[in-house]
T-cell receptor, first 111, second 114 residues
Framework: RKEVEQDPGPFNVPEGATVAFNCTYS??????FFWYRQDCRKEPKLLMS???SGNEDGRFTAQLNRASQYISLLIRDSKLSDSATYLC????????????FGSGTRLLVRP | AAGVIQSPRHLIKEKRETATLKCYPI?????VYWYQQGPGQDPQFLIS???????DKGSIPDRFSAQQFSDYHSELNMSSLELGDSALYFC?????????????FGQGTRLTVV
């Protein structure tokens, strides 16, 4: 079982739809959480950090549930340009300091 | 704003050759990570450095080595290249080891071994 798990998708949604991605992590030493976006053959780019109280950035809302070891990303009013792979990333800080990636969830927004 | 710079962007090597990939982190970032991403796969952690010392090691083959220099740039040296080493290699840097410390990625080096 991977340390960070995501539903691989793809999620195929029409423009304007609301879509939610989930991510679970298994290591309780995980302390920081992020969503990255990766376009095909490009580098991952930081979309947003995930704070304990939840946070919002425009159409994007991130939530963290430490008790359930679960992170979510909600995208409202999807745009064609949102089509990408969304990577859940966790920083584990125990004896080491490492970014752990989920496998990514692919989103396709259709006209 | 300055970003993470990787060079070269593309590299073609033959089997059994060696390759050196370079990474220049964002100024004042003291932590560097290297990742390998094969086609259709998620990034796999190779190795990381903090303040010029190796801080963690992932699934890096013994044929690979890396170091971080006094100016914080890092190099990934790959020897006895195999076809399976063909991948996108990303370097990322982050400013410090505290909480909510985002990492920023370079554009990657695409290595093709033929």
């Amino acid at each position: 079982r991977k340390e960070v798990e995501q539903d691989p998708g793809p999620f195929n949604v029409p423009e304007g739809a609301t879509v939610a991605f989930n991510c679970t992590y298994s290591n309780s030493a995980s302390q920081s959480f992020f969503w990255y976006r990766q376009d095909c053959r490009k580098e991952p780019k930081l979309l947003m950090s995930v704070y304990s109280s939840g946070n919002e950035d425009g159409r994007f809302t991130a939530q963290l549930n430490r008790a359930s070891q679960y992170i979510s990303l909600l995208i409202r009013d999807s745009k064609l340009s949102d089509s990408a792979t969304y990577l859940c990333v966790v920083i584990r800080m125990d004896s080491s300091y490492k970014l752990i990636f989920g496998s990514g969830t692919r989103l396709l927004v259709r006209p | 704003a300055a970003g993470v710079i990787q060079s070269p962007r593309h590299l073609i090597k033959e089997k059994r050759e060696t390759a050196t990939l370079k990474c220049y982190p964002i100024p004042r970032h003291d932590t560097v990570y290297w990742y390998q991403q094969g086609p259709g796969q998620d990034p796999q952690f190779l190795i990381s450095f903090y303040e010029k010392m190796q801080s963690d090691k992932g699934s890096i083959p013994d044929r690979f080595s890396a170091q971080q220099f006094s100016d914080y740039h890092s190099e990934l040296n790959m020897s006895s290249l195999e076809l399976g080493d063909s991948a996108l290699y990303f370097c990322a840097s982050s400013p410090h080891r505290g909480r909510y410390t985002e990492a920023f990625f370079g554009q990657g080096t695409r290595l093709t071994v033929v």
